[in-house]
């Protein structure tokens, strides 16, 4: 079994694809069947150490993984018993169901076991579950105390994380060859418990891939503060905004963190203050390294004409640039023409309300969406939220696992962008996953009911630790 992170993910079409690849390689679904089903079968046999293993099947390729793993358990020595929804529909599953010697009950028979396994149904669910499946579903995992479903928990949809029917939480999901969109993009990840993968054998090309720790090069003799990233940070009516983004660039590694601000805010004695003004904005920026500095404009920034021209200086300048919060707001397509144009990356950090406002509501999936997102503005989007999605504008994303939930609480969308201007300032590889990866670090650190503040300071100890 395979831990989700930095790994491929593949949606029900491209797992089709893979799947007629390997046959036509050689491979059977037969195989891969078996492959899945054994699997499965010996993950069971760990977990459930001797308790009664009760095994919904459905009537597709999902309910054949459930009944070769009922064989392969019972074949060594398990208390299984198989409830199915339906006779088998395809080839592969019949040929499973004939591998299985033991009763099969009417699903509505299920009845109650300590260890429950989903599989009814997987990629090729295409619409709600009836009212009375997702009605035993939800009884028999809520029941049990150890639910696992194989691929997916039923009444999912695979591609965009959608629950189609009520879904219960499962204690663990197992997936089959590789992650799909729903074990990462919510709800569905929610409900999924744990994620681990089954190899069984396939192909796993994809653009995208799930986020895992980076590696962020320490400090060495040879650096200096300029060396080591100069952030800077443009203020505006709300002080607190930059302030936070500024600390975090600072928590977060810069060597040296510029604020340009109308209104004082408490801050560090390390952090360089500046009031603004276009002409100390430029002289600020006169000489500095393209590839060692970046901007972020929008926490706290406000409205209006003042704001619109310190969001211009921003952009017109060549230098790296974080487009958040109020700054979203002024993009259009002008702006997505200026940024294609600029020679150094923007990452833009909009949230679900910000993005609907940017580039339209999402119908899909969000991996999808985000994609979009980067190719029509040519910046890194980072479509933040409990499963935060960064694309780029060649078409690859990458989407985080799980953030903590405490993350909703005011200031925290500041504190990423510092985070990111930083990654961005340091050259580090992959800058807007890494910065994703070291707020959401940060927030687990925590634990609960922290605040934007804390969440800031505690990035020390996250990037001495990457
Ligand atoms: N792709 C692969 O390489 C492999 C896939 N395998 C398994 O095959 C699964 C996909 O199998 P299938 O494509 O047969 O799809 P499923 O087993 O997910 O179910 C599809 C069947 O259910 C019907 N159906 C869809 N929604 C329904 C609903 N709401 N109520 C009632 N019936 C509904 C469909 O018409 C179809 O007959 C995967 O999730 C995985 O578990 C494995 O066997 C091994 C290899
Ligand atoms: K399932």
New binding site residues.
């Given amino acids: 079994m395979i831990r989700p992170e930095g790994q491929p993910i593949l949606t029900a079409a491209a ?2 694809a ?2 007629d690849r ?1 046959i036509a390689a050689g491979s059977s ?1 037969g195989a ?2 078996e ?3 054994a699997a499965v079968a010996e993950a069971v046999r760990r977990l459930a150490s001797g308790a009664p293993v009760l095994i919904l099947c ?8 459930g009944y070769v793993a009922a064989r392969v358990l019972k074949a060594n020595g398990a208390d299984v018993r198989i409830a199915a ?2 006779d088998p ?2 080839e ?2 019949t040929a499973a169901r004939a591998g299985w010697d033991g009763p099969v009950a009417p699903l509505a028979e299920a009845g109650e076991a300590p260890v429950v396994v989903d ?12 009212d009375a ?1 997702a009605r035993v579903l939800g009884e028999t995992v809520r029941a049990a105390r150890l639910s696992i479903a ?3 928990p039923s ?1 999912i949809a ?1 591609d965009t994380g959608a629950e ?2 009520a879904v219960p939480d499962f204690s663990l999901t197992l997936t ?2 590789a992650l799909k969109p729903a074990h990462l993009l919510q709800p569905a990840a929610a409900r999924c418990g744990t994620v681990r993968i089954i190899d ?1 054998g ?1 192909d796993r090309s994809s653009r995208d891939w799930s986020m895992t720790k980076p590696v962020i090069a320490a400090p060495t003799a040879a650096d200096h503060k300029y060396s080591r990233g100069l952030v800077v940070v443009i203020g505006g009516d709300m002080p607190g905004a930059a302030a936070l983004a500024s600390e975090a660039a600072m928590h977060a590694g810069a060597g040296y963190v510029m604020l340009f601000e109308d209104h004082a805010a408490s801050t560090p004695h390390a952090l360089v203050r500046r009031a603004w003004s276009a002409e100390a904005f430029a002289q600020a920026l006169d000489g500095k390294r393209l590839d060692k500095t970046a901007i972020v404009v929008g926490p706290g920034l406000g409205k209006g004409d003042i704001a619109a021209a310190k969001f211009a200086a921003a952009l017109d300048s060549a230098y790296k640039l974080v487009i958040d919060g109020d700054a979203l707001h002024l993009l259009d397509d002008a702006a997505f023409a200026r940024i294609k144009a600029r020679p150094t990356p923007v990452v833009l950090t909009p949230h679900a309300g910000e993005f609907n406002a940017l580039f339209g509501a999402v119908s899909g999936s969000k991996i999808d969406a985000a994609r979009d997102a980067a190719a029509r503005s040519g910046a890194i989007v980072v479509f933040k939220g409990p499963d935060t999605v960064v694309a780029h504008p060649d078409g690859r994303t990458r989407v985080a696992l799980g953030a903590s939930p405490w993350l909703s609480t005011a200031g925290t969308g500041d504190v990423l962008a510092g985070t990111i201007a930083t990654m961005l300032a340091a050259n580090t590889f992959a800058p807007a996953e890494a910065g994703v990866w070291m707020h959401s670090e940060a927030a687990r650190r925590l634990g609960g009911a922290f605040i934007a503040d804390d969440l800031a300071r505690m990035l020390s100890a996250v990037r001495t630790s990457v």
């Fill in positions: 797992m089709r893979a799947e390997a679904v891969l069947m492959r899945a089903g459905g009537p597709g390729n999902n309910g054949g993984d929804l339906a529909r395809t592969a599953a599989a009814l149904f997987g990629t090729g669910l295409t619409r709600a579950l009836d499946v194989v691929d997916l009444g695979t189609l029917s089959l060859g069984i396939l």
